[in-house]
């Protein structure tokens, strides 16, 4: 599939081209280890080409009517779709996902493509009351400038589309670079899509290569008027100290400690098959993934058995099989700092129940894994793990499961409760953005857009305070 783009080049100003360095490096399958293409190590002298063009189409495309820059969307999604099958396995064989969640990742782009573009059809502004009799109050959506995007690996397509899509749709041009771990389907392969798409040079430009080098160097450009950035709360950190310093715009979505709270009325096996879905899709490796489960005293034991039993009987391997349930964590460094955290907690007391163990020296496959007796000053409590790892905190009632929970920071908490009104009210107590009641971590949808691509400042919001969706499945598939 990689053959039908192109490869070890950057896209700047509308033209595929080396980097200044001249330097490529290797795109790597994570299940097996082989070379499946190459992609172009970018610096600065890249970034700021790509930023320089970027400025310049800016006030072009912001001149284009909305539905001019809304069919530049529409031949993207398009080529999407045209590529759809292939775009699937790529992800698989760069993130190391299996199909269901490749297909849900490039769906999702898909759509959020579909959806910027009607928006940016729509809805030029608002229309307020004003400030006084006989005046009239209107906002207007005005495009920021340019945005530079940072992208992390573990859903580099649609990761990518929910800043790109909203940023061009509104009269932005974008910078993007994708992480140097899946640099063909979160980067070469947009590029591709915005040339097939027909638009403008340097409406859209794309940086491969290493965070220290374009990643820094996009992060620091003054020429931005927003830097986006989703990725570890380390590096977010990092570069929101360095934007203080000269107040340059940053929006940031890091990772946290999220927590998935089980009362001592829940139904256990309701909450050890969210479980599942919340702790292992894609190996944990997502910023919503629960890594703390917090448990009532009375219902521990159940609920361990439950895990530990669901946990044990999911199939690991390569994503291309068609039967494997996990596959492989994104790479050795990943793997191993996820051994580490969970072989310092059994260190300090945790029970490990099932899993710890990866597949060979090399191998990325690290088995689900459910730790009991996790206190809260051990790394699988207080870490963002990122792996497959269930960490269960046992509680003795709802007061200290809340005040356990709050404290770390977080995304996203789930509560589960045979009581709606209760579910709720301790919702209401825990301090992350989204909270939801029996049931597993949100799958956003393309019209749940991020804030801040307009002077306006609200395009639609990322994420709810609060969602209750619903969950049925066939008890024995539970």
């Known amino acids: 599939m990689t053959s039908q783009?192109?490869?070890?080049?950057?896209?700047?100003d509308g033209t595929f081209r080396p980097a200044s360095s001249g330097r490529t490096a290797d795109v790597v399958e994570k299940a097996t280890g082989a070379v499946i293409g190459t992609y172009a190590l970018g610096g600065a002298v890249d970034v700021g080409r790509a930023v320089a063009a970027a400025r310049a189409a800016q006030p072009g495309w912001a001149a284009l009517s909305a539905?001019?820059?809304?069919?530049?969307?529409r031949r993207m999604a398009e080529f999407f779709q045209a590529h759809h099958a292939e775009l699937v396995e790529q992800s698989m064989r760069e993130t190391g996902g299996v199909r269901a969640k490749a297909e849900d990742e490039v769906s999702?782009?898909?759509?959020?493509?579909q959806i910027s573009m009607i928006q940016a059809s729509e809805n030029a502004g608002d229309l307020l009351p004003p400030y006084k009799a006989g005046k009239l109050s209107m906002s207007r959506a005005v495009p920021l400038g340019v945005i530079g995007v940072i992208t992390p690996w573990n859903y580099p397509v649609n990761l990518a589309m929910r800043a790109v899509a909203p940023a061009l749709a509104f009269g932005n041009t974008v910078v993007l670079k994708p992480a140097e771990l899946t640099p063909?389907?979160?980067?070469?392969?947009?590029?591709e899509a915005a040339r097939a798409a027909g638009l403008p040079p340097g409406v859209f430009n794309v940086v491969t290569g290493d965070g220290l080098d374009a990643g820094h160097a996009l992060a620091e450009h003054t020429g931005l008027n927003l830097l986006d950035f989703t990725g570890s709360r380390e590096v977010g950190l990092a570069i929101a100290a360095?934007?203080?310093?000269?107040?340059r715009p940053v929006r940031l979505e890091l990772g946290g400690s999220n927590a998935f709270v089980v009362l001592d009325d829940a139904d256990i096996d309701l909450a050890a098959s969210c479980a599942m879905v919340a702790s292992l899709e894609f190996q944990g490796q997502t910023c919503i993934s629960a890594g703390r489960h917090i448990v009532t005293r009375a219902v521990a034991d159940q609920y361990l058995d439950a895990l530990t039993r669901r946990a044990a009987a999911l199939r690991?391997?390569?994503?291309?099989?068609?039967?494997a349930d996990l596959g492989p964590l994104i790479s050795t460094r990943q793997r191993d700092r996820v051994h580490a955290l969970v072989t310092a907690s059994v260190e300090m007391g945790a029970e490990l129940l099932t899993g710890g163990a990866f597949d060979g020296p090399e191998g990325l496959f690290y088995r689900p894994t459910v730790l009991a007796k996790v206190t809260p000053d051990m790394p699988a409590f207080t870490e963002e793990i990122f792996g497959p790892v269930l960490p269960v905190t046992v509680v003795d009632d709802e007061e200290e499961a809340v005040a356990v929970t709050n404290g770390l920071?977080?995304?996203?908490?789930?509560?589960?409760?045979?009581?709606?009104?209760?579910?709720?009210?301790?919702?209401?107590?825990?301090?992350?953005?989204?909270?939801?009641?029996?049931?597993?971590h949100a799958r956003h949808g393309a019209d749940d857009q991020m804030a801040g691509f307009t002077k306006r400042q609200w395009i639609g919001l990322q994420r709810t305070p609060l969602a209750l969706p619903s969950w049925t499945a066939d008890p024995a598939t539970r």
Do not use: K, W
């Open 5 to 12: 783009f192109p490869v070890a080049q950057l896209y700047i």
């Open 67 to 73: 539905p001019e820059r809304a069919a530049g969307l």
């Open 108 to 113: 999702t782009g898909i759509r959020q493509l």
């Open 184 to 191: 063909i389907i979160g980067g070469q392969v947009l590029a």
């Open 242 to 247: 360095s934007a203080a310093a000269t107040l």
């Open 316 to 323: 690991v391997g390569d994503p291309m099989s068609g039967t």
């Open 409 to 440: 920071p977080m995304l996203m908490n789930s509560v589960f409760s045979a009581d709606l009104i209760r579910g709720l009210s301790v919702a209401e107590r825990l301090d992350a953005g989204e909270v939801h009641v029996n049931d597993a």
